[in-house]
């Protein structure tokens, strides 16, 4: 008998840890078991929908899902259809690669108001996630402000501030589209709590922000720093490289018209957010200036606003506790050894290690935890019941689980439904999805 393992989690870290796996040269039957009737995780739900090249990486996904020892299970949730205590008496491994979806919240005074948004919910939303289906963000507005200075916090204001036209070759869902592309917006505030040299962004993603069809970037020159070379002599390499580009980037920023185009994209540094302000909708923020003492953000007293009808804050995502298995509440993870968490239990990306990175970064964690289990199983014979007994438990429970197949269907109907360059139509609610698959339609597609 194969080693029986399960992976919990159909975004990048879960297939590169079944790539990984395929490759460690142990006899491995492999099931991927994901919440969603869709994989892909971030690559679907979380990747911006104008960066279509980079949703390519799916295709090498899709190739380790067609391997005859990899089953997928969508529309499975561990720990409401079954536990995970129960999956781990099924399985010689389990491995968790459950992500970190949550939002790290903001928790200043206000930020309960409506139209403060948290980065996951508001990318979900704009990806066509099922879970934030009906967000429906209010957009009747002229400004919004966007918190923090990361990857997700540009994407955001990017996909606010694209045209109909600038996102046609995009997965925008329609129902997402008719509130954006009808949105009066012309001002959006990125704001970060430290200065330019300290953004998150990758040059990429910033220089995009220069070439907007009717958005034009502005940037005080008075935030920059003095000298771009003697702000980054004390980094080297890789780092080194990306701050500097990022200076270049933001100081052609400084030289933009602000009437150039119709609408701006402002990159506001040293302002840490202290409250939201209005009556039961957001009608501004105040901010405290900042100025960075041995690199932390620290307050200078002095106090602005900023009016606005939107705030998102984009300031990083939150795995949350999965039952079952432990979980450090102060980074927010589950605590591991080097992506083991205990006897049979194992973790990768997010989960493992807090929500940095970028999508390949989760491949050597898959690498490490096949290794631990090459190591712990080689030569043993399994005597769980694995994918028989996985089987068997979904079937008596009447959950109805979605395979490969299910989801290659589902895929077609998206891709024939698409409208001029669009990639694909998403179906948006779990129920459309599987309408679609028992009427053989994509009739209720966008729904
Ligand atoms: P991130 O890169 O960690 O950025 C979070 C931002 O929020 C930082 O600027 C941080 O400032 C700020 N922040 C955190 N707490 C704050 C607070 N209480 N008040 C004000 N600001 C606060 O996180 P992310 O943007 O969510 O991205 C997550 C990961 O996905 C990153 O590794 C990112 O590169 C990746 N990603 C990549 C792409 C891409 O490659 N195109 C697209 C999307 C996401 P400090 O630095 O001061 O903490």
């Not at 204001?157 to 009066?184: E, F, K, N, W, Y």
């Not at 959006?188 to 990429?204: C, E, I, S, Y």
């Not at 940037?219 to 200076?247: C, H, S, T």
């Not at 939201?276 to 501004?284: F, M, P, S």
């Amino acid at each position: 008998m194969p080693i029986s393992i399960a992976i919990i989690g159909s975004g990048p870290a879960g297939f590169y840890t079944a790539d990984a796996l395929l490759k460690c040269g142990e006899d491995c039957q492999i099931d991927i078991i994901e919440r969603l009737p869709t994989p892909y995780g971030l690559i679907r739900g979380g990747v911006a929908p104008d960066h279509q090249t980079t949703k390519r990486v799916a295709r090498k996904y899709e190739q380790t899902a067609l391997v005859d020892e990899v089953n997928y299970y969508g529309n499975v949730e561990i720990n409401k259809d079954l536990s995970l205590a129960e999956l781990r008496d099924m399985y010689d491994a389990v491995v968790l690669a459950v992500g970190a979806p949550g939002d790290r919240k903001l928790t200043i005074p206000g930020a309960d108001k409506y139209g403060v948004f948290g980065s996951a919910a508001f990318v979900g939303w704009y990806n066509g996630h099922p879970d934030f289906r009906d967000l429906d963000p209010d957009l009747d507005i002229s400004t919004a402000v966007v918190i923090g200075n990361g990857n997700v916090a540009i994407d955001c204001a990017r996909v606010l501030l694209r045209t109909p036209r600038g996102m046609s070759s995009s997965d925008l869902p329609d129902h997402v589209g008719q509130i954006i592309h009808a949105s009066p917006i012309t001002d959006v505030h990125m704001v970060g709590r430290r200065g330019p040299l300290d953004a998150k962004f990758t040059n990429v993603e910033l220089r995009e922000m220069g070439e907007l069809t009717e958005t034009v970037p502005q940037m005080d020159a008075a935030q920059m720093p003095d000298d771009i070379e003697a702000a980054v002599a004390d980094l080297e390499g890789r780092e080194r490289r990306l701050k500097e580009r990022n200076l270049n980037s933001l100081r052609d920023y400084t030289t933009r018209a602000a009437d150039e185009k119709p609408k701006r994209v402002y990159f506001d540094f040293y302002a840490q957010p202290v409250e939201i302000l209005g009556g039961d909708r957001v009608e501004g923020i105040r901010f405290e200036r900042t100025e960075v003492i041995d690199g932390r953000a620290t307050g200078t007293g002095e106090i602005f606003d900023i009016d606005c009808g939107l705030v998102i804050a984009a300031i990083g995502y939150r795995a949350e506790p999965v039952d079952g298995a432990p979980y450090d509440e102060r980074q927010a993870i589950v605590p591991n050894n080097e992506g083991r968490v205990d006897d049979g239990l194992f973790a990768v990306g997010w989960i493992k290690r807090g929500p940095t990175g970028v999508i390949s970064s989760n491949r050597p964690d898959g690498e490490i935890v096949a290794q631990h289990i090459k190591s712990d199983f080689a030569g043993a014979t399994s005597a769980k019941p694995g994918r028989a007994g996985f089987e068997a438990a979904l079937r008596e429970r009447g959950v109805r689980w979605i395979n490969f197949d299910d989801w290659k269907r589902i895929d077609d109907m998206e891709q024939a439904a698409a409208a001029g360059d669009a990639p694909r139509r998403k179906f948006v609610t779990v129920e459309d999805m599987l309408d679609a698959l028992d009427n053989g339609t994509a009739e209720a597609a966008n729904g």
